[in-house]
């Protein structure tokens, strides 16, 4: 069945970096496209970023622009999340996101803390 289990999340410092990375399982993930979304407590869940099945585009939230970078191993099945100069308001839940066919599917997410 279809699997998205990501990694890479914890408690930081504001102004790091942190990766996020979400390894995928039992679908085509090559010719699929990923995001990466978040939710904020109290928060809706909001789009951060994603990538197409080549990674030959790749789209960002305005807030997210200039510091976050999506990126895919195809050949890992794998799809990354480089997240630089973290603020506190960025603590929040992170998903990433599969299109598979016409259905979406979830990853149960990983939490990231930015906090001093």
């Known amino acids: 069945q279809v699997q998205l289990v990501e990694s890479g999340g914890g408690l930081v410092q504001p102004g790091v970096s942190l990766r996020l990375s979400c390894a995928a399982s039992?679908?085509?993930?090559?010719?699929?496209?990923m995001s990466w979304y978040r939710q904020a407590p109290g928060k809706d869940r909001e789009l951060v970023a994603t990538i197409t099945s080549a990674g030959s585009r790749v789209d960002y939230a305005d807030s997210m622009k200039g510091r976050f970078t999506i990126s895919r191993d195809n050949a890992k099945n794998t799809v990354y999340l480089q997240m630089n100069s973290l603020k506190p308001e960025e603590t929040a839940i992170y998903y990433c996101?599969?299109?598979?066919?016409?259905?979406?599917?979830w990853g149960q997410g990983k939490k990231v803390t930015v906090s001093s």
């Open positions: 039992g679908f085509t993930f090559s010719t699929s496209t």
């Open positions: 996101k599969a299109v598979v066919g016409e259905r979406q599917r």
